[in-house]
């Protein structure tokens, strides 16, 4: 099976993760699938980083931490946070295919994120599912 | 699981290279970085143990052109080869598209094949894929071990271990002084794009 994107979706999918988390200041955002491909990036106009190499680490650690929770007894696996000095990374699970990963700085609050990224959730599974769908 | 960008025209596809530890998997990695830098915009990522050993992954994306159309792009990924990692190999290998295997021509390497095989066979089966569906190449590595004096299994008996029920294209390969390295992913490339062209019509 693979997966296939119109022009479409994938511009709901850019427009979301530019208003919702661009906008207030996230410097990358990132859907991803979890064999590491790239789905669609946005960032606020300085192009930091390898993308490709951020979204196939993101997905390997993820599915490391993933396994790992497994065996310490515990069920769900959502969320991973790396707290940097300068730079902070949150990758979040949006379904069992798919992964949200944000590059933000200390100008943001991480509830305010938290809350921001929880409604990018919600619209990606709505965008993706209609997909499915079809 | 290949992703299709349609709206940009680009194709995202994943080829794994698998095979028993030291087997040459990274060395193939490191040769097509070096010969193929004007196609790969991305600096090699590798996750090692401090003994220089694959701990997690090799990886780098690599540009193919154009097919129908399409900007295809290649995300070439090894896997660690040492029995021990086996749950870091499962997760390497979700959503493969293709995979290279390397086998080591050394005589006393005969078994680990095999065995990194059926391995093979076994973790592709818990993403319900099968080996002898999915598209594979095999590379019958380390051919220039002869040079050194050092005990190599002939072609025949490799293709008897490995291929005789998968007929797979396969080639003799020095990892180390480039031969058929190129050759080995072209094939492979090629296979896998021949794939996904046959699924997605």
Redesign the interface.
């Given at each position: 099976?693979?997966?296939?994107?119109?022009?479409e979706q994938?511009?709901k999918i850019y427009d979301t993760l530019k208003s919702t988390l661009i906008d207030i200041g996230v410097e990358t955002a990132m859907l991803l699938?979890?064999?590491?491909?790239?789905?669609t990036t946005v960032d606020d106009g300085v192009d930091r980083h390898?993308i490709?190499?951020l979204a196939?680490?993101a997905?390997?650690n993820f599915?490391?931490m993933r396994?790992m929770v497994k065996i310490a007894g515990e069920e769900e696996f959502s969320l991973l946070f790396h707290k940097g000095q300068k730079e902070n990374i949150y990758l979040s699970s949006v379904s069992d295919?798919f992964l949200l990963f944000v590059i933000f700085n200390n100008d943001m609050t991480l509830g305010l994120l938290r809350l921001k990224v929880a409604k990018v959730i919600g619209d990606l599974i709505g965008i993706l599912v209609v997909d499915s769908s079809q | 699981m290949a992703f299709i960008n349609l709206k940009d025209k680009l194709i995202q596809a994943k080829i794994v290279y698998y095979g028993p530890g030291k087997c040459g998997k990274t060395t193939n990695l490191e040769y097509i970085y070096n010969k193929c830098r004007t196609q790969i915009n991305s600096k090699m990522v590798t996750i090692k143990t401090q003994g220089d050993r694959t701990l997690f992954f090799d990886f780098f994306p690599f540009d193919i052109g154009k097919i129908e159309g399409y900007d295809v792009k290649i995300q070439l990924y090894t896997v660690p080869g040492q029995v021990k990692y086996n749950s870091t190999r499962r997760l390497v290998l979700k959503g493969v598209d293709g995979i290279v295997f390397v086998a080591d021509s050394a005589e006393n390497r005969r078994n680990a094949n095999v065995a990194s095989l059926n391995n093979l066979q076994e973790n592709l089966t818990l993403y319900k894929k099968n080996i002898f569906e999915i598209p594979l190449v095999l590379q019958y590595n380390k051919r220039d071990l002869a040079k050194q004096g050092i005990p190599v299994l002939n072609v025949a008996t490799l293709e008897k271990d490995l291929n005789k029920d998968l007929r797979v294209p396969s080639f003799e390969a020095s990892a180390v002084e480039g031969d058929n390295v190129i050759m080995t992913l072209k094939k492979t490339i090629s296979v896998t794009m021949a794939s996904l062209e046959k699924e997605l019509k």
């Open positions: 099976m693979h997966l296939a994107l119109d022009g994938l511009d699938d979890t064999a590491g491909n790239v789905i390898d490709y190499s196939a680490l997905a390997a599915s490391a396994s295919d | -």
